[in-house]
């Protein structure tokens, strides 16, 4: 199988790091509340946006064994005794708060998705979008440049406290026509200036000090979607990314701002006759072509833009689904088969999705069904009803692939995180807690399509709390380490 290798042992997740965690009793903000998180290519640098609008980034500085990075002995296969370690670089304001005056609609500068684009230069470039407005980010150092070695020094006297030099007030000074003064010592117009017994003049020089960060918005794209932006994804063509919403997917060109190409549209002219909305859109990782859109019926679709320019009508779309047996179809069937998130793996081949209840695996070789399943919260389905009540029904949980293929992951209640094992006859389920001690509420989850009996417990027998979930996580895309937002709070964990 493609992207997926011999069965692995279970692993044994440890933590990592923790960036902004919380104190006993202490109140979260609103706006700190991680909403986004996501790993670039090398899975050196680590990105998070939150509800404030703010995109923070992570650098790795792990080092080992005379400053060889980890990942150069990784590749020569040699072990290291040292976990994965990460450091804040820099934050900057993607978004800010806006108002339609049109649509009389308040747009929350919530950063809803980021993605990393192609390095160049040295820069870092990313793009984060909020419910109408994507933007494109370069991150890259700068040096702080300062003159020095001058020939004279500069003169000492003040003059009501200003120095007497050109930055004096010009009511201090008398110009001449070329910008000379006749208190300025350099200016080589007086006669009367003294090289101080100098012997000879030389240039002054330019050096550099510090470097500091600096992050700019190259380019904004505005105006496109009429409905919220639930997703954006790179092309691997590294010039083109989609940007999708719940009825529309527009295709842009990350140097053109001022427009982009509709390529599915849902919005039925009535709209009284909708039946579905678009969750989530991804690129395959390869092949420039193809992408993927999931949708609330809980169906995928694989298109290709070759075949037509708008890629809406169905009729050459290679459609996964799963079909309820005859009589299981209740009130919440069809809340609770909405995709939330899917996720190409490396290769290509397969694609992961989440609903409320399960992971899925899907070949998109073969449409049809599922070649894996995962059960998450088969123990709440007693409590559908109390969920539907209190709108955690409608709960959007994230998935993720870790870079070898063997394992997935994803988030639930409790501050709680489930990771298994997809390889052919894994039985790996390991239920993690975003703390310290990751595996302080661990026990080995059932085995998958096990039904887990009712009440107010979660699989382990332990209380659950809908208030604390977990919506964001991402793998890491080379080793076996997850990042995952509980709160404000960003917990690493490697095996």
């Given amino acids: 199988m493609d992207d997926v290798a011999m069965t692995p042992e279970g692993l044994e997740w440890k933590f990592s790091q923790v960036f902004g965690e919380r104190a006993a009793g202490e109140e979260v903000q609103e706006v ?45 296969d040699c072990s290291s005794s040292q976990h994965p370690e990460f450091h804040y670089k820099t934050e900057f304001q993607s978004h800010e708060p806006e108002f339609d005056y049109l649509k009389s609609l308040e747009i929350e500068e919530k950063i809803n998705k980021i ?35 001058f020939n004279l020094d500069p003169p000492k006297p003040t003059i009501n406290g200003f120095v007497t030099t050109s930055n004096a007030p010009t009511s201090f000074k008398t110009c001449f026509t070329n910008g000379g ?67 529309r997917i527009n295709l842009w060109n990350l140097e053109i701002s001022s427009q982009s190409f509709n390529i599915v549209d849902k919005k039925p002219a009535n709209m009284e006759d909708l039946t579905e909305v678009i969750t989530s859109a991804e690129f395959h990782p390869s092949h420039c072509n193809m992408l993927a859109y999931s949708s609330s019926k809980g169906s995928i679709r694989l298109i290709d833009l070759r075949q037509s320019a708008l890629c809406d009508t169905h009729s050459k779309l290679l459609v996964f689904e799963e079909h309820e047996a ?18 190409f793996s490396k290769g290509g081949r397969y694609i992961l999705s989440r609903d409320y209840m399960t992971l899925k695996m899907w070949d998109i070789n073969m449409g049809s069904g599922p070649v894996a399943t995962f059960q998450v919260h088969e123990h709440l389905r007693p409590k559908l009803c109390d969920l539907y009540e209190n709108d955690a029904i409608f709960d959007k949980f994230e998935c993720c692939l870790s870079g070898d293929g063997q394992r997935v992951a994803t988030g639930s209640y409790s501050h709680l995180f489930r990771v298994f094992g997809c390889s052919e006859g894994s039985t790996e389920a390991t239920t993690l807690e975003a703390t310290k001690n990751p595996t302080r509420r661990q026990v080995q989850t059932p085995p998958r399509f096990l039904r887990s009996p009712g009440g ?18 991402a793998c890491h895309p080379s080793e076996n380490s997850i990042a995952c937002a509980a709160s404000n709070s960003l917990y690493m964990y490697y095996a």
């Fill in 456 to 473: 107010s417990d979660d699989v382990n027998g332990n209380s659950f709390d809908l208030t604390t979930k977990l919506l964001h996580l």
């Fill in 32 to 76: 700190d509340i991680i909403s986004a998180i996501e790993f670039d290519k090398t899975g050196d640098h680590l990105a998070t946006g939150d509800r404030g609008g703010r995109v923070v980034l992570f650098e790795r500085t792990d080092k080992i064994d005379g400053g060889v990075h980890r990942r150069v002995l990784e590749a020569m």
């Fill in 326 to 343: 005859p009589g299981s179809k209740s009130f919440f069937s069809d809340i609770i088969s909405s995709i939330s998130d899917i996720k």
């Fill in 115 to 149: 993605r990393w684009c192609q390095t160049a230069n040295n820069a870092m470039f990313l793009l984060s979008t909020n419910d109408k407005t994507i933007k494109f980010w370069k991150v890259q150092e700068k040096k702080i440049k300062k003159v020095c070695n």
């Fill in 181 to 247: 003064s006749n208190d300025n010592p350099l200016n080589f117009r007086n006669n009367n200036i003294s090289l101080r017994g100098l012997t000879s003049l030389h240039l002054p020089t330019v050096t550099s000090h510090e470097t500091s960060l600096l992050a700019r918005c190259r380019k904004t794209y505005a105006h496109a979607h009429d409905y919220h932006i639930n997703s954006i994804s790179n092309n691997s063509d590294c010039e083109t990314f989609i940007s999708a919403d719940d009825l």
